[in-house]
């Protein structure tokens, strides 16, 4: 949690100037990222699209775990993506598989499996 709490920027819309810069300080004094904006409702508005923002990744990250469940380890698949953005790897291709190769149409008849769905591969 306090990594969470640390990793997303505090977005700071007094009511004047000096109000920001206090509360901008406050902040940095408990480690957090901060950024003033121009007003409370530009500040209001950044924390709706952030907090929409992180739903998505949630819901995103819980249907992605259900539909692999039944394919793949999906704890390997998140910890090889988190090593992929490592500091040494810039750019660079690394390949999760299995090692043993799966054709589109293939990958296609799973995700329609998993999803209870028919569409056909173009």
Known sequence: MKWELKRWTKYIGG????????AKKHFEKLGLKTKILKSSQETELAKIFETT??????????????ISKSEVNFDDV?????LSMG???KGEVVNVGTGVSTSFNELARMLNEALGTSIKPV
């Open 15 to 22: 009511v004047n100037a000096e109000s920001s810069i206090r």
């Open 53 to 66: 923002y992180r739903a998505w990744m949630i819901a995103c990250f819980q249907e992605m775990h259900r």
């Open 78 to 82: 998140v910890e090889a993506n988190i």
């Open 87 to 89: 500091p040494d790897l």
